[in-house]
Nanobody
Framework: QVHLVESGGGLVQVGGSLRLSCAASGGSFSRYFMGWFRQTPGKERDFVASISRDGSSTYSTDSVTGRFTISRDNATNTLYLQMNSLKPEDTANYSC??????????????????WGRGPPVPVSS
């Protein structure tokens, strides 16, 4: 079972950048398909981006394509989300997630078995 801990959240201004990290432990990180989701109060988690086990394939929702980049370092068991050109509507709690399966269709929270707590990323205008 993999344990996920995010870091790097915090207040950022509109147009700014932030990089989130997700450190994995307790399992073979390279065996997991990974994703990032975000959630605002009273709403369900929304898919942000995902990445294949070897990092060769990435997927993202349209609203962040071209602004956010997902990547992973299997040598250090770390997942990243580089967020650029941030907008007020990007304000949310961001969580990393893992699944032993995975693929381009894995855009629902129910597809992932393991979750981090999700630091807040408030974007100030």
């Amino acid at each position: 079972q993999v344990h996920l801990v995010e870091s790097g959240g915090g207040l950022v201004q509109v147009g700014g950048s932030l990089r989130l990290s997700c450190a994995a432990s307790g399992g073979s990180f390279s065996r997991y398909f990974m994703g990032w989701f975000r959630q605002t109060p009273g709403k369900e988690r929304d898919f942000v981006a995902s990445i294949s086990r070897d990092g060769s394939s990435t997927y993202s929702t349209d609203s962040v394509t071209g602004r956010f980049t997902i990547s992973r370092d299997n040598a250090t068991n770390t997942l990243y989300l580089q967020m650029n050109s941030l907008k007020p509507e990007d304000t949310a709690n961001y969580s990393c997630a893992a699944t032993r399966d995975g693929g381009s269709s894995y855009i629902r929270s129910r597809h992932y078995a393991y979750w981090g707590r999700g630091p807040p990323v408030p974007v100030s205008s």
